[in-house]
């Protein structure tokens, strides 16, 4: 099992950037496809990206073109660019690895979610 933990959340304005890190340790990293969630106040928890070992990775539509996921599996984290961001984007984000198979977790874009979860970070975005 892999521990995670977010930082680099905080206040933002509309339209700025901000950019969240995900450190992993306890297990392989590099087996896992790891994802960003995220659930605003009142709201179920939302998929937001997926990126798997080699690299592929999918988008929720409400943040295609402006979130960027990436990872670096030599140091164990995985990030998530943040870029025009809007108040709708106010949440509390949090990692996730999932050990199954890339092509199934890809599948699912964000359903079914399982594996192991960090503690979560918060975003407000607000003038």
């Known amino acids: 099992q892999v521990q995670l933990v977010e930082s680099g959340g905080g206040l933002v304005q509309p339209g700025g950037s901000l950019r969240l890190s995900c450190a992993a340790s306890g297990s392989i990293f590099s087996l896992y496809v790891l994802n960003w969630y995220r659930q605003a106040p009142g709201e179920q928890r939302e998929w937001v990206t997926t990126?798997?070992?080699?690299?592929?990775?999918i988008y929720a539509d409400s943040v295609k073109g402006r979130f960027t996921i990436s990872r670096d599996n030599a140091k164990n984290t995985v990030d998530l660019q943040m870029n025009s961001l809007k108040p709708e984007d106010t949440a509390v984000y949090t990692c996730?690895?999932?050990?199954?198979?890339?092509?199934?977790?890809?599948?699912?874009?964000?359903?079914?979610?399982?594996?192991?979860w960090g503690q979560g970070t918060q975003v407000t975005v607000s003038s």
């Open positions: 990126i798997t070992s080699d690299g592929r990775t």
């Open positions: 996730n690895a999932d050990p199954r198979p890339p092509g199934v977790v890809l599948a699912l874009k964000g359903r079914s979610a399982f594996g192991s």
